[in-house]
């Protein structure tokens, strides 16, 4: 069982990419450094591409998906969050091709093939239900045309195998792991800079083309992680990235409710975004900003005031306070009209909301970024204690649930069962409304003991949960390193 910072199991290599730049390695220099269950894994991906494309990969793409320790719905208002990575990833072995086609085809039959000419690329969505998957795939391309100005050489095309291990629509960023996978296959062969943060940057802007307004963190996650530490993600003004060691005796347990809940298929989402933007309004608007239309994050409004998050904390608590806002109420406020709203306020699948929690939704984000804020420091001094840590993971779930509003009963459930054997520090983890729990246990035998404990008391009361293999749906966790490419 390794903790926090993945001791027992630290491999020697320390890569030579010592500039921010994803890393690239031989293929044979794999063999010295990872596990022989991934090696076999990409060996078999290697075999799935020679019998569909009749020839080797190019290279291989590595993308992980990601735990989020602290920070929930903050990253979308600007402030910092801290994930770190997780052994699971997109794993894809791409080539070009010169029939100008993209084909990927997916090594989980439940995903099909799809094809189609690189120089028509369209993200078409469902009006309603989930995006098809290939859809997050072209994200990413379209996510690089965007930034090269649509420039394609001619007869340019993509061969694709994609396999990936991270539960999907389950908060663990599987989304933004291929997005971000597709961003960096068309960056390498396109040979766009491979500076993480700006791939960061491309991914988390075109990931926004499945419909949701998401803020940032996955994709930050997905490239700038490193191995053995948390990530403390700002962004603002400009993306960074500061490794958060964890403290020695801190093990991360991430617990799958096996409700699934896919992000793009309802618009809960992008409600709570608009309800953050429409309290940044309504408050720039109240402090006399002239430009309060354009001030739609919680940080940009914090930086105006100069103020801190306390007494950004206090003027929500003094200006919002209704518990409910009707689109009347926020037509006032504005002094617009309903056409307005809906035309420059509103999402495509927000335009029929009709109640807006806008004190609820604006406590939630100052508060929670105090929390992030004291677990860094926390993590940080001497007088840490993983009791002080769980408190704040505790804190953020009860709002996560109470003023948020996007947990779900088997989400509290696990929340409560954790606390009952003794770990308190429990928490929704991810967008919610389902997904995952993350906890912090304080000794391998907690850990081990938590897990059995789970087990018995909830996955084997889950219909959802028979035939499931229960180490890949409860399973414990340390940091581990971003995106990377394979040369074959
Ligand atoms: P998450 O919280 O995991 O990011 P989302 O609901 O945002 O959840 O996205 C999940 C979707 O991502 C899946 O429904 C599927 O379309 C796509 N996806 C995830 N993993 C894979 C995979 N291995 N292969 C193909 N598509 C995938
Ligand atoms: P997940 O858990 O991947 O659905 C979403 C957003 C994040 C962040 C979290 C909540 C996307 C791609 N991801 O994550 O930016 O807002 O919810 O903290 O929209």
Redesign the pocket.
Known sequence: MSNSNGNGNIDSFQSTNNNNNVTILDYKDLLKIKDEIFLKRLESIKDFFENEYGHEPEFFVKVP?RVNIIGEHIDYCGYPVLPMALEQC?LLAASKNIEGFLHLK?S?KK?GNYKCEMKSVRIDLPSSG????YN?FLCGIKGILDHLNNVLPTNFGMSIV?????????????????VSAATLTMAFIYKVNLNKNLLASIAAKCERYIG?QGGGM?QAIAFLAKKGCAQFIEFHPELNATSVKLPDNAYFVVANSLTQ?????TSDFNERVIECRLSCRILAKRCNFNNWKDITKFIHLQNLLQCNLYELEQLILNELTKDIYTIDDILEEFNISENELIMNFLTENTKDMKMFKLKQRALHVIQESIRVNKFRNLCESDSLSIDMLSQLMKGSHNSLRHLYECSHTNLNKLVELSEEVGVTGARLT??GWG?CIVALCDSPEQCQRFIQELKEKYYSQLPQAKNKNLDEVIFSTCPQSGAEIYLC
């Open positions: 998906g997109i997916n989980d995903y989930s995006p098809q998957w997050y994609i396999n990936g291990n991270v539960p999907p629509a389950a908060g663990l960023s599987s989304s933004s792991a291929l949701t996955d809940i896919n992000k793009a298929a991810g967008a997904g």
